[in-house]
């Protein structure tokens, strides 16, 4: 799969902005040693950005990106109702593949836009759980 594909329709400023942040978490993830497996998987009931390996580990990222950080920065911003939308869509993507996996993770990377060409990259592993 092509990580860095351009976009497939033309992307608001903002859209654009979310897209180089899911490029530029993938790049960060794989220089941690995940092994990237999806990008942007859809269901019904939620979108995971990024499916991914670390260790035994299968790991639902969800990619967060601001450029201000007057309400507490990107990794501030997953809010209880968006995680829950998170571990919907792993449990679709769990029973779609039918993957035994034992140890699943819910991480956040978080880019903090202050500077346009050098942004702020956080990997919070573990950012919440599936028990909430």
């Known amino acids: 799969m092509n990580w860095f594909r351009p976009p497939k329709t033309a992307l608001s400023p903002r859209g654009a902005r979310g897209d180089r942040?899911?490029?530029?978490?993938?790049?960060?993830?794989?220089?941690?040693?995940?092994?990237?497996?999806?990008?942007?998987?859809?269901f019904p009931v939620g979108?995971?950005?990024?499916?991914?390996?670390?260790?035994?580990?299968?790991?639902?990222?969800?990619?967060?990106?601001?450029?201000?950080?007057?309400?507490g920065g990107a990794a501030a911003s997953i809010t209880r109702p968006k995680q829950r939308r998170i571990i919907r869509a792993a449990r679709w993507y769990l029973q779609s593949c039918r993957l035994p996996y034992l140890d699943i993770r819910f991480d956040v990377?978080?880019?903090d836009w202050r500077d346009e060409e050098a942004p702020d990259v956080e990997l919070i592993r573990g950012a919440f759980t599936a028990d909430q």
């Open 47 to 71: 979108e995971i950005d990024i499916v991914a390996k670390d260790g035994s580990a299968l790991c639902f990222v969800e990619v967060r990106s601001t450029s201000s950080t007057a309400w």
């Open 109 to 111: 990377v978080a880019i």
């Open 21 to 42: 942040a899911e490029r530029i978490a993938c790049a960060y993830l794989a220089a941690q040693g995940f092994e990237l497996i999806e990008r942007n998987v859809r």
